[in-house]
């Protein structure tokens, strides 16, 4: 009994969702937010590194007090990461 009652749900469910795709707006992830420290960050990002802005995830690595990334310790996981 419940069995007919789901598969009529679901199906409503997709007809809902098809409706909604095909007249809804188009989403994009284009966001700004004037004044928020998101924003300075994201504008910082744009103008030093402009190739990577949109689509890239940025890595910041930071060493333990008195080490160095460039330690032999540090740097296979960090080529390990950046190769990723």
Same mark, same amino acid.
């Given at each position: 009994? #419940?069995?007919? #009652?789901?598969? &009529? ?5 997709? +007809?809902? /969702?098809? /409706?909604? &795709?095909?007249?809804?707006? *188009?989403?994009?992830?284009? #966001? $700004? ?6 924003? +300075? !960050? $994201?504008?910082?990002? $744009? ?8 689509? +890239? /995830?940025?890595? !910041?690595? &930071? ?5 160095? #990334? ?8 960090? *080529? &390990?990461?950046?190769?990723?």
């Amino acid at each position: 009994m #419940l069995t007919p #009652l789901l598969y &009529r749900l679901g199906q409503l469910a997709l +007809a809902i /969702v098809s /409706v909604a &795709r095909s007249v809804g707006q *188009e989403t994009n992830d284009d #966001l $700004s937010l004037p004044g928020a420290d998101c924003q +300075a !960050a $994201s504008d910082l990002l $744009s103008d030093k590194f402009p190739n990577q802005t949109n689509g +890239a /995830v940025p890595i !910041a690595f &930071r060493a333990p007090a008195g080490a160095k #990334l460039s330690d032999t310790k540090y740097m296979k996981p960090i *080529e &390990r990461v950046t190769k990723a």
